[in-house]
């Protein structure tokens, strides 16, 4: 008999509770519970590959809330991804969803496709950008390309401005530290890449980008490109376990989850150096937890104009990282923001990677609350530390809105008057 991986579900239905896809959509077969089990019906040839199943599985955000809650320690987004794989085989995927896991095997295809978005969007008229949409995101919302590849205009900083070792560098655990910044700071974000970097150099810690790293492969992951995903993973692992690199920090929760892990099970599962992965997984940490461990008082803890902040906490920060309350930590910190919580803070924006976009509309019925919750606060700026959360959330919120979505490197790297001061 083939193997039944879903055996041990109990029905308990505690998975049901905690799932986005389902609240939104309410029906049995958009729950956690029935993927798993329609996943071990086909495993028993009980069910065969159609359309509509690979519909079921795919229609989920791999949040991985289920996962984190089920008490028989059933691994949902792991099964998914392995019947996502074969759905895929045996129905193809959109073609644009195809494009972007060929796009991101490499990273020469992705620089030349962010090129020719860039030159596209200068030449799309505002009036079509305003009515043409990606999911519901009209194109005028979504983030305005880098002019540079962060990782290029970084480095080019940094040979200008080499070496800021300050006094206190000594007193840190970490000294030299690897910067895994990911495709959406490199092509769309630099604003929080020049933020980290401006951070850690503040820290007087030793700033290193390695120019080979590439996407971390979790969107190929979850649209059937696990045979793709490995070249990546190869490259990132080499790049990122250089001699002398005491800590890899992340801005994504996402790209930090891939690092600490999946890659030491990928690594294991595709034959490449598991001590490698390992030794790598070990110094993954984001930015906030950085912050939090190891700022020296003065390093970030300023007084500083009085800003309204409110956040949201990015489930795969919150299911996949060690210390996920680091964020909300470092704004109860910075002495002058005002932080202002929501109730459903830890609730998914309904962003998943490319799930706003092919499910638009169960995307919107849970965007809709968090956005109309976070302006009821009266915050003007909505912290989080996901990129896809940002661009999800920030789509909500035209120009007249008044709150801003900014990743939490942005907001802390405002409270370093000293640096900013000698910058003038
Ligand atoms: S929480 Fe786990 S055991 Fe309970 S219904 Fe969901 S999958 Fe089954
Ligand atoms: S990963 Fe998230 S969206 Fe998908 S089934 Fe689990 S809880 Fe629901």
Request: with cysteine; glycine share 8%; proline share 5%.
């Amino acid at each position: 008999m083939a193997e039944s991986y879903g055996q041990n579900c109990n029905r308990c239905g505690f998975c049901l509770s905690v799932c986005p896809a389902y609240q939104a959509q309410g029906a049995e077969d958009t729950s956690p519970r029935a993927r798993i089990q329609l996943i071990d019906f086909f495993a028993d040839h009980k069910i065969a590959s159609s359309e509509k199943l690979k519909d079921i599985i795919s229609k989920c955000l791999m949040c991985g809330s289920c996962a984190n809650i089920c008490p028989s320690g059933i691994n949902h987004p792991e099964r998914y991804i392995r019947m996502r794989e074969k759905m895929i085989r045996d129905h193809g995927d959109r073609p644009e969803i195809k494009s972007l896991v060929y796009l991101l095997a490499k990273e020469s295809r992705i620089r030349m496709a962010a090129g020719a978005a860039k030159m596209a969007r200068k030449i799309v008229p505002d009036v079509f950008a305003s009515k043409y949409k990606l999911g519901n995101i009209a194109l005028k919302q979504f983030p305005v390309l880098n002019t540079v590849p962060f990782r290029t205009a970084a480095r080019a900083e940094m040979e200008q401005t080499p070496g800021q070792r300050s006094q206190g560098a000594s007193d840190l655990a970490y000294g030299r530290v690897a910067y895994f910044t990911g495709c959406a700071t490199n092509y769309f974000f630099d604003d929080t890449g020049f933020a980290v970097l401006e951070i850690l150099r503040h820290m007087g810690l030793e700033v290193v980008i390695p120019g080979t790293q590439t996407c971390c492969g979790i969107p190929m992951l979850y649209h059937g490109g696990r045979e793709k995903v490995k070249s990546n993973i190869n490259t990132n692992l080499a790049c990122l376990d250089a001699q002398g690199i005491d800590a890899v920090i992340v801005d994504c929760p996402t790209c930090g989850a891939a690092l600490k892990n999946d890659y030491p099970g990928l690594a294991k599962a595709f034959g490449l150096d598991l001590d490698r992965a390992n030794r790598v997984a070990e110094k993954v940490v984001d930015i906030s937890t950085f912050i939090m461990n190891y700022a020296r008082p003065g390093d970030v803890v300023q007084n500083h104009e009085a800003v309204r902040v409110t956040y949201h906490q990015p489930c795969h920060l919150r299911n996949h990282m060690p210390a996920p309350g680091s964020a909300q930590a470092l704004l109860n910190t910075l002495k002058g923001v005002q932080y202002i919580p929501v109730p459903d803070m830890d609730a998914c924006c309904g962003g998943g990677g490319t799930f706003f976009y092919e499910f638009p509309e169960v995307s919107k019925g849970i965007a809709e609350n968090k956005v109309a919750n976070a302006k009821a606060t009266g915050a003007e700026l909505w912290v989080t530390d996901c990129p896809v959360c940002r661009i999800n959330l920030g789509g909500y919120l035209d120009d007249a809105a008044d709150l801003t979505v900014v990743h939490p490197a942005r907001l802390a790297a405002q409270f370093l008057p000293a640096l900013k001061g000698q910058k003038g």
